[in-house]
């Protein structure tokens, strides 16, 4: 009975090192994907001043401003204060904000705004029609 419980155990553990092995990721692989993250992000946002943003380094630097070129490896951010741009490769940053409205919130805040107009002065328009 012992040697059955045991026989278990160890193949249990055995079937448990050989699942963490195939599914655990080494830190490149985790930095690599983070940093395809990070340029698909900043692609989203696009380039010039309205593509603003807050970044965070991996040297615990911040910078903040707004994308002014986005290339392959790396993209630049201008600060908005001195006009300085500062080059940053994808794998060196470790969180990125951005500060724009996709098209369709702002389509979604318009139609929003248009249909307050339309009910305000279909409002006041039945206000009117009982006097």
Excluded: C, W
């Excluded at 699942?19 to 985790?30: I, L, P, R, S």
């Excluded at 696009?46 to 807050?54: F, L, N, W, Y």
């Amino acid at each position: 009975m012992f040697k059955r419980i045991l026989a278990v155990a160890l193949a249990a553990t055995l079937v448990n090192l050989v699942a963490v092995g195939a599914f655990a990721a080494t830190e490149a692989e985790k930095q690599a994907k983070f940093a395809g993250k990070v340029k698909a992000a900043v692609l989203r946002l696009g380039t010039g001043e309205s593509a603003r943003v807050r970044v965070k380094l991996r040297d615990k630097t911040k910078l903040e401003g707004y994308v002014s070129h986005a290339g392959e490896d790396s993209f630049a951010v201008t600060s908005l204060k001195t006009g300085a741009t500062t080059t940053v490769p994808y794998p060196q940053v470790k969180g990125v904000q951005g500060n724009n409205l996709s098209t369709g919130a702002k389509i979604a805040i318009g139609i929003g705004i248009g249909a307050g107009i339309v009910l305000f002065i279909l409002y006041l328009y039945l206000e009117n029609a009982d006097d």
